[in-house]
């Protein structure tokens, strides 16, 4: 079952990447992560913690109950 949630929720953050027109490398910029954990997250591979949901959020603009949205 967690790895359905984890899919999903990198199904989230990749729509809302592409939406905001940034690379993986741009968003663990913006975002202070790095991109192999971007990478990681976008694959479902890793169970992402609330601070990196808020710190992605913010990197991407929109609130942290957004990235949750359809996840």
Do not use: K, P
């Amino acid at each position: 079952m967690d790895l359905v949630h984890r899919a999903a929720f990198g199904d989230r953050i990749r729509e809302l990447r592409h939406a905001a027109g940034l690379s993986q490398e741009e968003l663990a910029e913006a975002s202070g992560l790095h991109r192999t954990y971007i990478s990681s997250l976008e694959r479902g591979q890793r169970n992402v913690g609330l601070d990196n949901i808020h710190v992605l959020a913010g990197a991407l603009g929109v609130t942290a109950s957004t990235l949750l949205e359809d996840a």
